[in-house]
């Protein structure tokens, strides 16, 4: 396992797990106001659901595509343009996280949490080997 990408996958990691326990204590405490109507909550957690899936999508075809002419692992052009790539695919991954979170700070939904749970899941499996 390369140490380099290990690092960015836990420090991306923390951070949005820092991001989730503040935004749920933000609500909880009932600190910020619901911005969003009611009837807007099915919208918003579609939205969230769509941008989860296909940033998913992209993050792995472009992983794939960056990926796919590598030859020798041990070369350190290659190691960079692998640490690149998932790079690219673990933002491709927060993305969503990050959005189901922001969205749950301005509408108070609760199943967008549990979106941006099941993508903090997709993401720790997706820690660099």
């Given at each position: 396992?390369?140490?380099?990408?290990?690092?960015?996958?836990?420090?991306?990691?923390?951070?949005?797990?820092?991001?989730?326990?503040?935004?749920?204590?933000?609500?909880?405490?009932?600190?910020?106001?619901?911005?969003?109507?009611?009837?807007?909550?099915?919208?918003?957690?579609?939205?969230?659901?769509?941008s989860s899936m296909i940033s998913?999508?992209?993050?792995?075809?472009?992983?794939?595509?960056?990926?796919?002419?590598?030859?020798?692992?041990?070369?350190?052009s290659d190691e960079s343009k692998?640490?690149?790539?998932?790079?690219?695919?673990?933002?491709?991954?927060?993305?969503?996280?990050?959005?189901?979170?922001?969205?749950?700070?301005?509408?108070?939904?609760?199943?967008?949490?549990?979106?941006?749970?099941?993508?903090?899941?997709?993401?720790?499996?997706?820690?660099?080997?």
């Open positions: 396992m390369n140490k380099k990408r290990f690092f960015i996958h836990t420090a991306m990691l923390a951070s949005m797990m820092l991001f989730l326990v503040i935004a749920v204590m933000l609500k909880k405490n009932e600190i910020v106001a619901n911005l969003f109507e009611v009837n807007t909550h099915y919208f918003l957690l579609a939205l969230s659901i769509l998913l999508f992209i993050g792995d075809r472009l992983y794939k595509k960056r990926t796919a002419n590598i030859t020798n692992i041990l070369s350190d692998i640490t690149s790539a998932y790079i690219i695919k673990a933002a491709c991954i927060e993305m969503p996280i990050m959005l189901s979170i922001i969205l749950f700070i301005l509408s108070g939904y609760k199943p967008l949490i549990i979106v941006a749970t099941v993508m903090i899941f997709i993401f720790l499996k997706s820690r660099p080997k």
